[in-house]
């Protein structure tokens, strides 16, 4: 097309104003993470491995408080290297400041920041973070092991971060050492990542089970957060949910040392299911729980989810007189159609039924999914 030919219609100058409109009115806004509280707990959303400029990340700190009150978070902690500081000969190193800086802002968004370090180390013990420090300077010491006593003289919570990272376990596989065995006789482990950034590791979820580990769930994020998630289309940071008793700093220390927490990294929720389970019960409405079924005719059940999550759901056995789907999807936000139908023709009565379902994406182990019943009564006649 020729330029010059180009003419210019009031409609497509109004459209054209329009637009930049829009670009002037950038919503500055924050969008709640929609996964429910459970019976006697609120549930936080947390993220508590964290970058800045400080280390080797490239945000300044007080831009993390907002990025987190944009998406919903309640609290995160700012973990910045101990041992690693690549931006030394531009930024002192000073290993309190992006606390320190952080801090103002998200006490303005009520983000609860809290202090931390990541003692970053050769495997083993590699990596580790220790939240809830009085001060971050007394960890710069030569030997872990000193960097870890001081931690814990200061009452910090110490979970091992990335257990399967590539960078130290080139095969993506975690490893337990003696030195693990050696932090936790101590009492100075705490808990483990059992997501950071895209990855799940379902040793480090075995590990937390059966050493009754705290679970946890970071980002680790070193760029601008919307760099590596695309939140408007839906992506999320992995998150740490806690269930804390109210919404302050001192009330999730208190959960993270009691395993009170569910990892949700993608779309996927791990954790224990005295956990989960009411997450997941507490996300869903039947609205229709009674129908009425005649003879072989079918009747829609309507499910509606009311969290972030798409559940997926495999069927997980047998009702007699009932056929239902062998898979569900649970869509965010919306209300699903369940077809039921009947396959004798000839029954009568009430019935209390529990369609049997497994969560496939709600892991109460690695690779055992959460097995539930959607629970209806069904009125039978001829
Ligand atoms: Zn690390
Ligand atoms: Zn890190």
């Known amino acids: 097309m020729n330029p010059t030919k180009l003419s210019w219609k009031p409609g497509a100058v109004l459209a054209l104003g329009l637009a930049v409109g829009a670009v002037q009115a950038h919503d500055r806004a924050r969008t709640p993470v929609n996964i429910p509280d459970i019976p006697g707990y609120l549930t ?15 945000v300044w700190p007080d ?26 000969r531009d930024l002192p190193t000073a290993h309190n400041r992006s606390y320190e800086i952080a801090k103002p802002r998200g006490d303005s968004l009520e983000v609860a920041v809290i202090r931390g370090s990541e003692i970053t180390r050769q495997m083993p013990p590699g990596h580790l973070n220790a939240v809830f420090i009085t001060d971050a300077v ?67 979820h075995r590990w937390c089970l059966d050493k ?27 998150i740490t949910l806690v269930f804390a008793t109210e919404r302050s700093p001192g009330a999730i220390k208190e959960a993270l040392f009691a395993r009170r927490t569910a990892v949700y990294g ?28 005649r003879g072989k005719g079918r009747v829609y059940v309507q499910i509606h989810n009311h969290s972030d999550l798409r559940y997926e759901l495999q069927r997980a056995g047998t009702v007699a007189g009932l056929s239902f789907p062998a898979t569900v999807s649970l869509p965010p936000g919306r209300t699903a159609l369940l077809e039921v139908r009947g396959t004798d023709a000839d029954a009568n009565g009430v019935r209390q039924i ?3 379902y497994t969560v496939s994406n709600v892991l109460v182990e690695p690779e055992q999914g959460l097995q539930v019943t959607l629970d ?3 009125t039978f006649s001829p």
């Open 63 to 88: 831009i993390r408080a907002e990025e987190a009150w944009r998406e919903g978070l309640d609290a995160i902690a700012i973990t910045d290297h101990i041992e690693y500081q690549p931006h030394k």
């Open 138 to 204: 007394s960890l710069d010491t030569p030997e872990w092991r000193d960097a870890l006593k001081t931690a814990s003289d200061q009452g910090a919570f110490i979970f091992w971060n990335h257990p399967g990272w590539t960078g130290q376990q080139p095969d993506g596989v975690a490893r337990w050492y003696p030195e693990h065995d050696e932090l936790l006789n101590q009492g100075r482990l705490h808990g483990i990542e059992v997501v950071n950034s895209r990855e799940y590791y379902p040793e480090a």
């Open 266 to 293: 993608g779309n996927r929720l791990v954790g224990e299911e005295t956990w989960v389970r009411p997450l997941f019960e507490r996300s869903l409405t039947i609205r229709n729980p009674q129908v009425a079924i």
């Open 44 to 58: 936080l959303k947390c993220d508590l491995h964290i970058h800045t400029v400080f280390s080797d990340g490239s």
């Open 354 to 356: 529990g369609l049997p």
């Open 376 to 378: 209806i009564q069904v």
């Open 212 to 238: 009754k580990l705290t679970m946890l769930s970071n980002s680790d994020i070193h760029n601008p957060l919307n760099l590596d998630y695309d939140v408007h289309a839906g992506d999320h940071r992995p």
